[in-house]
């Protein structure tokens, strides 16, 4: 996917090697993919599922409404 | 030898798909870093099988223009660099198992500009138009 856009950065990361990173991102299983700190999915996934969640990562969240 | 007979003739074969260079920037430093020599030692093992594929090893202590350019922040770490252009595609740690496998395709498809995706996925990822880190994380088994 950083092929396809300038935007998209991709890291791999051989876990074992950071144990800061497995407690930050709470690494109990791999492959676990992290999209800005964001979104998270666990095992290997469809590019469909893939690019869904590359795409909720960069989404505006709604705004919650508030009681007055 | 870090790769055996076997693997060294498979890396070949999937190296000959490349058509454009590529270079593997190579951030490593000399203290504190137990898997950046064996790291080089499979990146020195790669660049064999193909002369269209370098290595532009910088010190990360010393070259911190370079690591900050790349946004690396640890070592061992490589960026994948396809002529002049920074794929944004990073490694970090030793690539062995399941890292080295897919380094390889990274490398090819660098050097091809085919990422392997559908049309539609495509159409989707043109529309992202703010960064995205994407960090995946495995073990070499």
Redesign the interface.
């Known amino acids: ?18 144990p800061d ?2 407690q930050r ?1 709470a ?1 109990d299983a ?8 964001r979104v998270e999915l666990l095992g290997a996934q469809p ?2 599922a893939f ?1 869904d969640a ?2 909720d ?2 989404r505006e969240p709604i705004p919650t409404t508030q009681e007055p | 030898m870090l790769l055996s007979e076997s693997d060294r003739i498979r890396v070949k074969q999937m190296l000959g798909a490349m058509v454009n260079p590529v270079r593997l920037v190579f951030f490593t430093q000399s203290l504190s870093c137990d898997t950046c020599v064996p790291t080089r030692q499979i990146l020195d093992e790669l660049v064999t099988q193909s002369d269209k594929l370098s290595i532009d090893e910088r010190n990360f202590i010393l070259d911190k223009d370079a690591a900050g350019t790349f946004g690396v922040d640890r070592v061992p770490a490589v960026a994948v660099v396809a002529g002049e252009r920074d794929t944004g595609i990073r490694f970090l740690g030793v690539p062995a198992g399941y890292e080295f496998s897919t380094l390889i395709d990274a490398i090819v498809a660098a050097s091809t500009g085919q990422s392997g995706l559908s049309e539609a996925s495509r159409a989707r990822l043109a529309e992202v138009a703010s960064p995205v880190r994407i960090q995946v994380f495995v073990t070499p088994t």
């Open positions: 996917m950083a092929l396809e856009n300038a935007e998209v950065s991709s890291v791999i990361v051989e876990a074992n090697e950071y990173l497995i991102y690494i791999v492959p676990k993919i992290v999209i800005n700190d590019e469909r690019v590359v795409v990562a960069v």
